[in-house]
């Protein structure tokens, strides 16, 4: 297993380093499942919107590019892929629309079975044990109340740390309140920091 969490993913230079540097691919030759956030349209992933943005990541090949698709969930089942990622948004809206279209447990058997999971922000969160904690950071207009993530990752995470906009005051205060509550492992990361983890262990970068 190993599992790449972030604030920014390949929006930041360092991030994006650590990503390249735990991936035995270039990234023109790697297969990728992409999940967009909850915002996606069916306009959206039929058009070349995702394409484009994977593209300036440095996925150059369109034909190794899957778009998820939660109305034809049987197509990205069993892929032979290289990567998973899933990236920024609402963390409430995306793991509801995730676990509503019963992909969650494919999610799990993707990684458990050796895919490199990639996640920034929303997608960070989207395999720890609990995002219950985010409802002071973000708005769970879906009204999603069951706060179970996949659990593939034993902790939660508190991105965007230190960084202006998003109120780092705020973040450092839940950060001590969940550490001294002492019912998950906590980790706070800066913009410029990741979370690698493989079955051996759990490094930050």
Do not use: W
Request: glycine share 4%; hydrophobic share 35%.
């Amino acid at each position: 297993m190993k599992v790449i969490l972030s604030s920014c993913d390949f929006i930041n230079d360092n991030s994006k380093n650590t990503i390249l540097s735990n991936i035995d691919k270039d990234l023109d030759k790697c297969k990728v499942l992409f999940i967009p956030n909850e915002k996606a349209t069916r306009e959206k992933i039929y058009s070349d919107k995702y394409y484009n943005r994977l593209y300036d990541d440095g996925f150059i090949n369109k034909e190794n590019i899957y778009v998820f698709d939660e109305e034809n969930v049987d197509r990205f089942i069993n892929l032979d892929i290289d990567l998973l990622y899933i990236s920024g948004g609402n963390t409430f809206a995306t793991l509801k629309k995730i676990k509503d279209s019963g992909f969650d447990k494919h999610i799990s058997n993707y990684i458990k079975n050796g895919i490199i999971y990639i996640g920034g922000s929303c997608g960070a969160h989207i395999v720890t044990k609990n995002i219950e904690h985010l409802l002071s950071l973000d708005d769970n207009y879906c009204n999603l109340d069951n706060f179970d993530a996949l659990g593939l990752f034993d902790g939660i995470i508190i991105p965007h740390c230190e960084a202006e906009e998003f109120n780092p005051p705020k973040r450092e205060e839940l950060y001590n309140e969940l550490v001294k509550q002492n019912k998950y492992n906590v980790y706070k990361l800066t913009n410029d920091e990741s979370l690698v983890i493989t079955d051996k262990k759990i490094q930050k970068m």
